[in-house]
């Protein structure tokens, strides 16, 4: 394991601490991913110190987490959080502890915390304080609670997602009674919020593992806020196209994505509606006709579930349902989807691409070089500036407006025409023909 030596600051107010007769490590997640050779996003500091006692000793505080204990002490530039040692009260909500008692044993404080590998402290003089084994399951590669795996959930529920979501991260495999706790307590996730949920899921799809959301659904968590996903787990392809179900391919198009919040969500919902669509011919084949319309709604709904902001939504149900597109490569059919589209072509190219390398081999090929050929011809287009979009056109709505059209819808409708012829002939686009071809328009 790499040498673990704190940075200057982190230094500076455990000193600090401690000539005022009081204890303080680092703990937690940046102890644990210094030991992994990587860097911390966020240096943890936890104190015998009250909070009181914190905001004596430094000059610059802000009261972040003051209920629980926690004040951020700005240090060199940086923030970082300070949190006395404490022992949580029951937890009767299953996501907050009913009280919170500050204790002088650190030991107390590590006892509370989810995952043997969160729980080591370290001192730059006294070293690793590691009382659960925490080291041994990083070299082993293994997510285990700390103490009673049904307790630790218990207090909150959402370490059952977090524990899913830390596999997938780090490549770990979680150990056999905290994975056989979180499939017996499953249902007990809907006390959490949508926003933790959604946070925690973000964090998951986006890993080097998307494919552990598999255990999300097999562990039953996904039955309680996500009965979607198990509908594409139980939905069967029978089609050349496709060699497994909706739920397995749908793992391994988030594996060939980049890790890309958009791109990875679009990824994880483009299929979202096949259970819905799936309608089977009298040769036994599969077809899932308007899928990709179904679920760009069904996508909306579920994102807005999730607390996922609108821009995200925008974007990610357009992609859902632009997926499928059959491409038929010329400049422009390339242009007449890049202005139907209206967003991140490139985005969608990249979906297209991991949507084909998730199917069989059945003309893969072919499907592939469909992708790259219409991507060419889009780049020529956007290469020679070609009209795309609205805002390229040469003339705006304020133009059509002094030709007499009132303000609203109509104003979108003549414009929207007007893109659309201007994309099948490109030399269109001059102030003097659109203004011309909107006086056709609307005499």
Not at 328 to 357: Q, T, W, Y
Not at 381 to 396: F, H, R, V, W
Not at 424 to 429: A, E, F, G, S, V
Request: hydrophobic share 40%; glycine share 8%.
């Amino acid at each position: 394991m790499p040498e673990l030596v704190l940075p200057r600051a982190v230094t500076r107010i455990i000193e600090l601490l401690e000539e005022k007769g009081f204890e303080a490590y680092a703990v937690g997640g940046c102890v644990r991913d210094c030991l992994l050779g990587e860097t911390p996003l966020d240096w943890d500091i936890t104190t015998s110190a009250s909070p009181a006692d914190v905001k004596r000793i430094f000059n610059r505080t802000i009261d972040t987490g003051i209920a629980h204990g926690t004040v951020t002490v700005r240090m060199y530039g940086g923030s970082y959080e300070v949190t006395t040692y404490r022992i949580d009260g029951d937890y009767s909500d299953g996501r907050h502890p009913d009280s919170v008692t500050y204790t002088a044993e650190l030991a107390e404080d590590l006892k509370r915390r989810d995952f043997t590998i969160n729980a080591m402290a370290f001192h730059g003089n006294r070293g690793l304080v590691d009382l659960f084994g925490g080291m041994d399951d990083l070299k082993k590669g293994i997510i285990r609670c700390v103490g009673e795996p049904e307790s630790r959930f218990g207090e909150d529920a959402l370490r059952m997602l977090r524990a899913i979501r830390f596999s997938a991260r780090l490549g770990f495999d979680i150990a056999p009674d905290t994975y056989a706790a979180i499939k017996k307590l499953c249902g007990t996730i809907s006390k959490v919020s949508a926003e933790r949920i959604r946070d925690e899921l973000l964090k998951l799809i986006t890993s080097d593992h998307p494919d552990r959301l598999l255990l999300v659904y097999e562990s039953g968590l996904s039955s309680v806020f996500f009965p979607e996903l198990d509908r594409m787990f139980a939905t069967e392809q029978n089609t050349p196209h496709h060699y497994t179900d909706v739920g397995h391919h749908t793992l391994a198009v988030l594996e060939a994505l980049p890790a890309d919040d958009i791109l990875r969500l679009a990824g994880l919902l483009h299929d979202i509606a096949k259970p819905l669509s799936r309608k089977t011919d009298h040769k036994g084949r599969d077809h899932f006709t308007g899928h990709p319309v179904a679920g760009e709604n069904l996508s909306i709904d579920i994102m807005k579930r999730l607390k996922l902001d609108n821009a995200t939504i925008a974007k990610v149900s357009r992609l859902v349902r632009f997926h499928d597109e059959r491409l038929i490569p010329s400049s422009v059919n390339a242009r007449r989807l890049a202005a139907r589209f209206a967003g991140d072509m490139e985005g969608l190219f990249e979906l297209k691409r991991a949507d084909i390398a998730a199917q069989s081999d059945y003309m893969r090929e072919d499907k592939l070089k469909a992708v790259d050929q219409l991507e060419e011809f889009y780049k020529e287009s956007k290469n020679c500036g070609d009209c795309l979009e609205i805002s390229q056109l040469a003339i705006t709505g304020r133009d059509i407006i002094e030709l007499g059209i009132d303000r609203g819808p109509e104003i979108g409708r003549l414009l929207g025409l007007l893109l659309m012829e201007t994309v099948d002939d490109p030399d269109m686009n001059t102030r003097e023909r659109l203004l011309q071809r909107v006086g056709e328009l609307i005499a």
